[in-house]
């Protein structure tokens, strides 16, 4: 497990050790234990649906709810993009996906350190296209 370090109830310029609000387990609440290489392996699977089918897959990724009993068509799992995020004092996920590209930030810091690396470089991967 990574220490986290937050600026939240530190001095000014300064950072403490986040083990006050740091979660003694997993849950959807936070305190998750991930890698890069395990959220890319979950944005394929999602893309491939190899997770649910591909209506429930398109739906996870901003499509439109599937009908009861619809499985859906594969195409519908070309969307131009999707993201999810989540943070809290000394602990900050993004992952985006655009196109052909994923962008994944992992950081034991405040969210606001990965927020704008990834947004940055997001806009990026939209100008370069497909």
């Known amino acids: 497990m990574a220490r986290g370090y937050t600026r939240e109830g530190a001095p000014a310029g300064e950072e403490r050790d986040n083990v006050a609000t740091r979660p003694w387990r997993g849950s959807a609440a936070g305190g998750s234990y991930s890698t ?6 979950l944005d394929r699977a999602l893309l491939g649906a190899r997770l649910c089918n591909p209506a429930w897959s398109a739906w996870v990724i901003g499509g439109s709810a599937p ?6 068509d594969a195409a ?11 943070g809290a004092p000394g602990i900050s996920t993004e992952w985006l ?3 052909a590209y994923t962008l994944i930030a992992l950081t034991n810091r405040d969210p606001e350190t990965s927020q704008p ?3 940055s470089l997001g806009g990026l991967v939209r100008r370069i296209g497909p």
Do not use: M, W, Y
């Not at 009908?67 to 859906?72: E, K, L, S």
């Not at 519908?76 to 989540?86: E, K, T």
């Open 97 to 99: 996906h655009e196109g």
């Open 67 to 72: 009908a009861a009993g619809d499985n859906g």
């Open 36 to 41: 890069v290489d395990d959220l890319l392996a």
């Open 117 to 119: 690396t990834v947004r």
């Open 76 to 86: 519908a799992l070309q969307s131009p993009g999707f993201a999810f995020a989540g």
